[in-house]
């Protein structure tokens, strides 16, 4: 079980320097590399994202006045946006038909199904859902992340919760009448 | 285990392996190709201010965009009763039949003998929304007019068919001076602001004289007499402060601005559709010695060509520049 300390590798103020960068780096990009997958469901734009969102955190790095781990999750959220924005529709569609087929979870088949019903909430759900179950982010840094007040968040967090409890019930049920 | 613990658990351990990652290295290739990206931007950027400001600078000029078929090129005046028609989709969609065209017509004071007007009917805006093209046929048009009048030294007006409400009419009138030009705006409450705004950048840029004129409303409760004072009023200011060699673009702006609020005062802002206006316009404008003699008249919308009152306003140059003379002729 993840606890709070788990975002004890996000904790740290603003380095200066770009010796500190390439520290933040290398400890970071992992964790945002997942972080992003678990937003695009696809190894290569996740990649993508995490790269291009560090190269602009490079950029503004001495400018930067929160946590780094926070400005570059903003960063790589508002990057995820503008690249499903730009996608328009039917590449959306493609997308998360790759998506699906990709995802393929080593685990049981109920974490399968949950992986798989989280990857089609909204993005803003998903985005929540994520920050809050994964990266464990408080939820003041989870609102500025997302760009919304905090009691947002909790609206996005309990309304992914109850459309994923929906849609495992009717898995379910599906389940138990196919049987 | 409840959901929340579900949740936590399969999006840690759920994922399969990530693939190779190009790492730090690849990074700095990002970062190299984002500065090139963004140097050619700026390049791009800059160039195409570059363009936009010559394309500006060039249609003030009267020198791009769409011309008159017909307009006539060589050092001749057009002649009463020529037409010049607008380019396809250069005037707005009119509800007007035949109305976008540019005719040259008789002038319609008196005084103005030797002049031509030449008018424009662009199509009445609708909405705010198309205000801007509206407005934008409009500048294009005075920026030819000026041009033609810098040729030729004629005169000409640009009647523009109105803002919103259909009585506000805008008129420009451009005098010929013994020595210099001057662009006239008949400034109307209410829609005047911009043209005369606009009006000022081109004369800045041409080198010309703007003077705004008044222009007011008859109302039952307000006697000519007192708007043609007002007017007169105005007008000796328009011209004292131009002589005093103030920024003609902040007195252009304040002179509409106190156009504007006198007329909001005295008659409200309630143009109503076709009731009598008031047009204050400078009708001649002669040097004596050091001294410019401007002769003001005021019709009607109306009853154009007939002058209700003239008034000669003498501007002298010198050292301290003021109205040294002011006649009013007749009020009828």
Redesign the interface.
């Known amino acids: 079980?993840?606890t709070r300390a788990r975002a004890s590798h996000l904790a740290g103020g603003t380095p200066l320097t770009d010796e500190d960068f390439?520290a933040f780096?290398?400890a970071d990009?992992?964790r945002l590399?997942?972080f992003a997958?678990?937003l695009t469901g696809d190894?290569?734009d996740a990649?993508d994202l995490a790269?291009?969102a560090?190269?602009r955190t490079?950029?503004a790095w001495r400018r930067i006045k929160e946590r780094p781990q926070v400005y570059v999750r903003a960063v790589m959220v508002n990057l995820h946006r503008s690249l499903l924005r730009r996608a328009g529709t039917e590449a959306r569609h493609l997308l998360s038909m790759a998506r699906s087929e990709?995802?393929?979870?080593?685990?049981d088949d109920?974490?399968?199904v949950?992986?798989s019903e989280?990857q089609r909430l909204p993005l803003r759900q998903r985005e929540a859902?994520?920050l809050h179950?994964?990266e464990d982010l408080p939820q003041n840094e989870v609102a500025h992340i997302l760009g919304c007040p905090p009691g947002t968040v909790n609206s996005l967090v309990y309304r992914g919760?109850a459309r994923?409890?929906e849609r495992?019930s009717l898995d379910e049920v599906a389940a138990g009448s196919g049987a | 285990m409840d959901l929340e613990n579900k949740i936590r658990q399969t999006l840690e351990h759920g994922a399969p392996q990530p693939p190779v990652f190009e790492g730090w290295e690849g990074l700095q290739r990002r970062a190299r190709r984002d500065r090139i990206k963004r140097g050619v931007g700026a390049v791009v950027a800059v160039a195409m201010l570059a363009a936009a400001v010559v394309s500006v600078t060039s249609r003030l000029n009267g020198d791009e965009g769409p011309t008159f078929a017909g307009e006539p090129t060589e050092l001749t005046d057009p002649a009463v009763g020529y037409t010049m028609t607008m380019p396809k989709g250069w005037s707005a969609p009119t509800e007007r039949k035949g109305g976008d065209d540019v005719s040259v017509t008789p002038a319609l004071s008196g005084d103005l003998t030797t002049s031509a007007w030449v008018q424009i009917h662009p199509e009445q805006p609708r909405s705010w929304d198309e205000m801007s093209a509206f407005q934008a046929d409009k500048d294009h048009a005075t920026g030819r007019a000026m041009k033609i009048a810098g040729q030729r030294a004629i005169r000409y007006t640009l009647s523009n068919g109105g803002g919103l409400c259909r009585p506000c009419e805008v008129v420009r009138t451009i005098i010929e001076m013994p020595h210099r030009w001057v662009l006239q705006i008949d400034a109307i409450a209410g829609t005047s602001a911009p043209d005369a705004d606009v009006a000022g950048l081109l004369a800045m840029v041409d080198g010309m004289t703007v003077i705004p004129t008044t222009f007011a409303e008859r109302h039952g409760t307000m006697g000519p007499e007192v708007v043609y004072t007002e007017a007169a009023k105005a007008v000796a200011g328009f011209l004292e402060s131009r002589v005093t060699g103030e920024d003609p673009a902040s007195w252009i702006t304040d002179a509409v601005a106190a156009d504007y609020a006198r007329t909001a005062k005295t008659v409200g802002l309630a143009t109503g559709y076709g009731r009598p206006y008031l047009l204050w316009r400078i009708y001649r404008a002669t040097t004596d010695g050091d001294a410019t003699v401007f002769q003001i008249g005021i019709t009607t919308t109306e009853e154009v060509g007939e002058t209700f009152l003239e008034e000669t306003l003498t501007v002298r140059r010198a050292e301290k520049p003021a109205i040294v003379e002011r006649h009013i002729v007749t009020a009828s």
Do not use: F, G, H, T
């Open positions: 079980m993840r390439k780096y290398e990009i992992d590399r997942a997958y678990r190894w290569a990649d790269q291009d560090m190269v490079m950029r990709e995802v393929a979870p080593a685990s109920d974490s399968a949950l992986w989280i859902i994520v179950y994964y919760l994923l409890r495992l």
